[in-house]
């Protein structure tokens, strides 16, 4: 269909829109593409990361691009944790939240991160990500700190603790699933880093 006349014309600056992508609706330029926005966001971003955020089992992406190409990804894919004692329970598990170092501090994270929550509300209860150094930025977005320890459980069935209990953050989308953010937080192992 050919575009309006008299609809208004787009404004020269407007903001590119998100997308939100499955992960099996990635095909390989796209995932060539984002590979290389997570390496130049991040300085050890590896194999191992990359098949974290695109998990082909139901992981979701949202996206901004430039001139086609990704330069902002937040994805969110299904975990399996347990919270204290009780059951274990699948939630979702935000991954690989990138912008890309050219277009950093125009609101793209935060963008990409808002366009996630109504699909983590509408699946899981709860969602978890753990975050070096950005509590404050996931803060102003509804996400809590996590004030429990965490531990992980290998494969043999028992569980070590770990060191990422300072940048666990929760969203909350029930807050009667986990009342308690005190209580341990276990997740499932997997290659490279647990959490």
């Not at 309006?4 to 796209?30: F, M």
């Given at each position: 269909?050919?575009?309006?006349?008299a609809?208004?014309?787009a404004?020269?600056?407007?903001?590119?829109?998100?997308?939100?992508r499955?992960s099996?609706?990635?095909?390989a330029?796209d995932?060539?593409?984002?590979?290389l926005?997570?390496?130049?966001?991040?300085s050890?971003?590896?194999d191992?990361?990359?098949?974290?955020?695109?998990?082909?089992?139901?992981?979701?992406?949202?996206?901004?691009?430039?001139a086609?190409v990704?330069?902002?990804?937040?994805s969110v894919?299904?975990?399996?944790l347990?919270?204290?004692?009780?059951?274990?329970r699948?939630?979702?598990?935000?991954?690989?939240?990138a912008?890309?170092?050219?277009?950093?501090?125009?609101?793209?994270?935060?963008?990409?991160?808002?366009?996630?929550?109504?699909?983590?509300?509408?699946?899981?209860p709860?969602?978890?990500?753990?975050?070096?150094?950005?509590?404050?930025?996931?803060?102003r977005?509804?996400?809590e700190?996590?004030g429990g320890?965490?531990?992980?459980?290998?494969?043999?069935?028992t569980?070590?603790?770990?060191?990422?209990h300072?940048g666990?953050?929760?969203?909350?989308?029930?807050p009667?699933?986990?009342?308690?953010?005190?209580?341990?937080?276990?997740?499932?192992?997997?290659?490279?880093?647990?959490?």
């Amino acid at each position: 269909m050919p575009p309006d006349p008299a609809a208004p014309a787009a404004p020269a600056d407007a903001e590119p829109p998100v997308e939100l992508r499955r992960s099996e609706e990635l095909d390989a330029a796209d995932r060539a593409a984002l590979r290389l926005l997570w390496d130049r966001a991040f300085s050890d971003f590896t194999d191992d990361d990359a098949a974290h955020a695109v998990h082909d089992g139901g992981g979701l992406h949202a996206l901004v691009r430039h001139a086609g190409v990704p330069v902002a990804h937040a994805s969110v894919v299904p975990r399996r944790l347990r919270f204290g004692a009780g059951p274990w329970r699948e939630v979702g598990y935000v991954e690989a939240v990138a912008v890309d170092p050219d277009h950093q501090r125009r609101g793209l994270g935060r963008r990409v991160m808002l366009a996630l929550h109504p699909a983590i509300a509408a699946r899981w209860p709860v969602a978890l990500l753990s975050t070096g150094k950005s509590t404050g930025f996931y803060a102003r977005l509804g996400w809590e700190r996590w004030g429990g320890l965490s531990f992980t459980r290998l494969a043999d069935g028992t569980e070590v603790a770990d060191d990422e209990h300072g940048g666990l953050m929760i969203l909350r989308c029930d807050p009667t699933v986990v009342p308690d953010l005190r209580v341990d937080v276990t997740c499932e192992d997997r290659s490279g880093d647990a959490w």
